[in-house]
């Protein structure tokens, strides 16, 4: 499976900061996923990052809030926007459709772990 | 819409006890199916999968069997360690949708 890796691992911000979560993998990947995982709950899926052209969202998540890139085939990043302490969470990035693997699974990156004060 | 139920947890084994956690889904389609897991600190790792029914995905001494008739895909393991110990989410895909649906985790405790 494919190296995924985040940056950052976890930080600390104050309310009405932003935030841009960067997630690298060292191949080519079809497609790039941004999930949320709040304390003490499960992952609940952001949006799908496109490359090449807008995210696709869950409900419940808008643009404005959570502006995601992906440049390429191998990076996306995700802008936590206008923090507030609900935005408290584990944020997740994965990936599937990586080269010589079968496709329907995902791997999932380290996270990064985000306290807004 | 899909979903995707556990038993609650936490659960509090002993080493070398027999191990389930139940998963249920419930799906329009065919989805595959996934259990992955979550050790203290760290990011989510794929356990094992099945994509279609009676498929049963094993790893690590863990197993689940793909049961369509029951839509369930519980997680068991006959022997477990304390380095079991950690958060363990079953989940299916749609194909779909091409995105996963989590169930809410169950929490894991061995002693030795």
């Known amino acids: 499976s494919a190296v995924i890796s985040q940056k950052p691992s976890r930080d600390i911000c104050q309310r009405g900061t932003s935030l841009t979560i960067q997630c690298q993998v060292d191949?080519?990947?079809?497609?790039m996923f941004w999930y949320r995982q709040q304390p003490g709950q499960s992952l609940t899926l952001i949006a799908t990052a496109n490359q090449g052209s807008e995210a696709t969202y869950e409900s419940g998540f808008v643009i404005d809030k959570f502006p995601i890139s992906r440049p390429n085939l191998t990076f996306s990043t995700l802008t936590v926007s206008n923090m507030s302490p609900e935005d408290s969470s584990i944020y997740l990035c994965s990936v599937d459709g990586v080269a010589g693997t079968s496709t329907d699974t995902q791997y999932f990156g380290p996270g990064t772990r985000l306290t807004v004060l | 819409g899909d979903s995707v139920t556990q038993m609650e947890g936490p659960v509090t084994l002993s080493e070398e006890a027999f191990l389930t956690i139940n998963c249920t889904y419930t799906a329009t389609g065919y989805p595959s199916l996934f259990w992955y897991v979550q050790y203290p600190g760290e990011g989510l790792q794929l356990l094992l999968k099945?994509?279609?029914?009676?498929d049963k995905g094993s790893n690590k001494g863990f197993e689940a069997t793909y049961r369509k008739e029951t839509t369930s895909f519980h997680l068991e393991k006959g022997s477990v360690q304390v380095s079991d110990s950690a958060v363990y989410f079953c989940a299916l895909s749609d194909q779909g949708a091409q995105k996963l649906v989590f169930g809410q985790g169950t929490r894991l405790t061995i002693n030795p």
């Open positions: 191949s080519q990947v079809t497609m």
């Open positions: 099945a994509t279609k029914a009676d």
